[in-house]
């Protein structure tokens, strides 16, 4: 999602978090890795809350859960109107499954652009299934989560394609045998797929 179909961007949300620091202070997060309460939340291992009071414990963070939320959801930045125009298109012809490292702070964020800038339901209207780690406990770059969707959905790996923006997810998914798109800038999803739809 973040990267395919969200412009993203990991720096603003970090800065965002750091003005909120007592003192200066690294936030240990990035596209590639990052610490363990970041983990905890994206794998639904630790509510909101305790995201929150994570925070504020580990940087000595002293702002009210709505100013916490600005900072963290600052990466999510839009979604364009192509390429909600291209999934909508994509799903006539083909199944499509959204499989997201996420959680429920953005997940809230990223339903509010849905909802003030479309007129579909929801990103998961989309669909035929979305998958959000914080839900099914699993995560990116794990094979199992890979497995498993493949499995329920009965998909055939060798016709099935798995986009990405970063290349550890597409590392794995290779692994398992998915055909595999690392789409890196300038490469956008609607230019990918220009001579399908």
Not at 49 to 77: C, H, K, S, V
Not at 124 to 148: C, M, N, T, W
Not at 164 to 174: G, N, P, V
């Amino acid at each position: 999602m973040g990267g395919v179909i969200i412009n993203l961007d990991y720096n603003r949300s970090i800065q965002e978090l750091q003005k909120l620091c007592k003192d200066n202070c690294h936030i240990a997060y990035n596209q590639r890795e990052q610490s363990q309460l970041f983990d905890m939340l994206e794998t639904g291992a630790s509510s909101p809350e305790q995201f929150r009071a994570g925070l504020r414990d580990a940087y000595g963070i002293t702002a009210p859960d709505e100013e916490i939320d600005r900072a963290w959801n600052a990466m999510l930045l839009d979604i364009p109107q192509q390429r909600i125009d291209l999934l909508l298109e994509l799903g006539k012809k083909y199944r499509i499954f959204l499989l997201s490292n996420t959680n429920a702070i953005h997940q809230k964020r990223f339903n509010e652009i849905v909802a003030h800038s479309f007129t579909i339901p929801s990103l998961d209207s989309l669909f035929e299934q979305a998958y959000y780690s914080h839900l099914i406990g699993k995560r990116k770059p794990d094979a199992l989560v890979f497995e498993e969707i493949i499995a329920m959905n009965k998909l055939q790996k060798q016709e099935t394609l798995f986009i990405d923006d970063s290349i550890q997810h597409i590392e794995s998914a290779k692994k398992v045998g998915l055909k595999t798109l690392h789409l890196q800038p300038p490469l956008t999803i609607n230019q990918f797929f220009k001579d399908v739809v």
